[in-house]
């Protein structure tokens, strides 16, 4: 277990970091929230790398447990921290590095313990074979790590994960640095799998006449910019024609919202995102169905 950090006084911010063959980023990860927490809880899910020799070089905690989804590892961990109503938790991969401005902006929320607020958004800032990608759809990117344990949860989805809490929210200055320090065959792969996640979480919700939404983020025009992004993604993106909203998707992103300021690396990574997992998760859909009328016909 780490050492409680002066800067916290007697407010306790836990950093709980998933792991999984993370040996090229967990340490760099790690020393960016040193800071502000007061205990890392390291969750790895049975790397064969020197992941775990790392964090335990530092002195943390780590606790090794099967992966099966996103929303299911995450919740575990949190449930596992035993932690108590008033503390903080910070959720945070292992690729993902808290800026200099954002640490500043965390050691004062927890540090001045606004009772007005039940978490933080933060803005995050991907990279892709090394550079940041500044331009295109996936900017700004809010997300919400930062909250009270008693507060907050993750939503049980397959993909597109994020963190509920009841309460008031406020935005923090500073990026999340999302690294993402892997090569093209394993971002490809990673990709794949997300697509069937995808892809199963869609066809799902197309198929359910009621869908429970009391542990879901609100998709809502009116709330944070993560539930105004559900609600365009709900009513208008899963609305447009399969196969064809790729190339939407694309001159939006690439065009548009000026992906091509990115230069060579952006042109790669919109490609990518548009005609490899987009393009992918609508044609996985098309299976499901075609698979489903399959099995009617048997039946019939």
Same mark, same amino acid.
């Given at each position: 277990?780490?050492?409680?950090?002066?800067?916290? @006084?007697?407010?306790?911010? #836990?950093?709980?970091?998933?792991?999984?063959? !993370?040996?090229?980023?967990?340490?760099?990860?790690?020393?960016?929230?040193?800071?502000?927490?007061?205990?890392?809880?390291?969750?790895?899910?049975?790397?064969?790398?020197?992941?775990?020799?790392?964090?335990?070089?530092?002195?943390?905690?780590?606790?090794?447990?099967?992966?099966?989804?996103?929303?299911?590892?995450?919740?575990?961990?949190?449930?596992?921290?035993?932690?108590?109503?008033?503390?903080?938790? +910070?959720?945070?991969?292992?690729?993902? #590095?808290?800026?200099?401005?954002?640490?500043?902006?965390?050691?004062?929320? #927890?540090?001045?313990?606004?009772? *007005?607020? !039940?978490?933080?958004?933060?803005?995050?800032? %991907?990279?892709?074979?090394?550079?940041?990608? *500044?331009?295109?759809?996936?900017?700004?990117?809010?997300? +919400?790590?930062?909250?009270?344990?008693?507060?907050?949860?993750?939503?049980?989805?397959?993909?597109?994960?994020?963190?509920? #809490?009841?309460?008031?929210?406020?935005?923090?200055?500073?990026?999340?640095?999302?690294?993402?320090?892997?090569?093209?065959?394993?971002?490809?792969?990673?990709?794949? *799998?997300? %697509?069937?996640?995808?892809?199963?979480?869609?066809?799902?919700?197309?198929?359910?006449? @009621?869908?429970?939404? !009391?542990?879901?983020?609100?998709?809502?025009?009116?709330?944070?910019?993560?539930?105004?992004?559900?609600?365009?993604?709900?009513?208008?993106?899963?609305?447009?024609?399969?196969?064809?909203?790729?190339?939407?998707?694309?001159?939006?992103?690439?065009?548009?919202?000026?992906?091509? +300021?990115?230069? @060579?690396?952006?042109?790669?990574?919109?490609?990518?995102? !548009?005609?490899?997992? *987009?393009?992918?998760?609508? %044609?996985?859909?098309?299976?499901?169905?075609?698979?489903?009328?399959?099995?009617?016909?048997?039946?019939?």
């Amino acid at each position: 277990m780490g050492q409680s950090s002066s800067n916290t @006084k007697d407010v306790q911010l #836990v950093t709980i970091i998933l792991t999984y063959n !993370s040996e090229a980023s967990v340490a760099q990860v790690i020393q960016s929230c040193k800071d502000f927490t007061s205990r890392y809880l390291v969750v790895d899910s049975f790397s064969s790398d020197q992941t775990i020799s790392i964090v335990e070089s530092f002195g943390y905690e780590v606790v090794q447990h099967k992966f099966e989804n996103y929303s299911k590892q995450r919740n575990w961990a949190q449930e596992y921290a035993n932690l108590k109503p008033d503390d903080w938790v +910070l959720h945070v991969d292992s690729d993902e #590095v808290v800026s200099a401005e954002l640490a500043q902006s965390i050691h004062q929320a #927890v540090s001045t313990d606004d009772k *007005r607020y !039940s978490g933080y958004l933060m803005q995050r800032l %991907s990279y892709f074979l090394g550079k940041p990608i *500044r331009f295109g759809h996936i900017n700004p990117s809010w997300h +919400l790590r930062l909250f009270k344990a008693s507060k907050g949860f993750c939503e049980d989805r397959l993909y597109d994960q994020h963190y509920v #809490v009841v309460g008031e929210t406020k935005k923090l200055q500073g990026l999340l640095l999302d690294l993402q320090l892997i090569t093209l065959e394993q971002w490809t792969a990673s990709h794949n *799998r997300w %697509s069937s996640a995808e892809a199963q979480e869609i066809y799902s919700q197309l198929n359910q006449s @009621k869908i429970d939404t !009391s542990r879901s983020l609100p998709a809502s025009l009116k709330g944070d910019p993560r539930m105004q992004k559900r609600w365009l993604k709900n009513n208008i993106w899963y609305r447009s024609p399969v196969l064809l909203r790729s190339f939407i998707y694309f001159t939006y992103s690439y065009f548009i919202r000026l992906g091509f +300021l990115d230069g @060579k690396v952006g042109l790669i990574y919109h490609v990518l995102q !548009s005609f490899w997992f *987009r393009f992918l998760v609508d %044609s996985k859909i098309i299976e499901m169905q075609i698979s489903a009328r399959k099995r009617l016909e048997t039946k019939n």
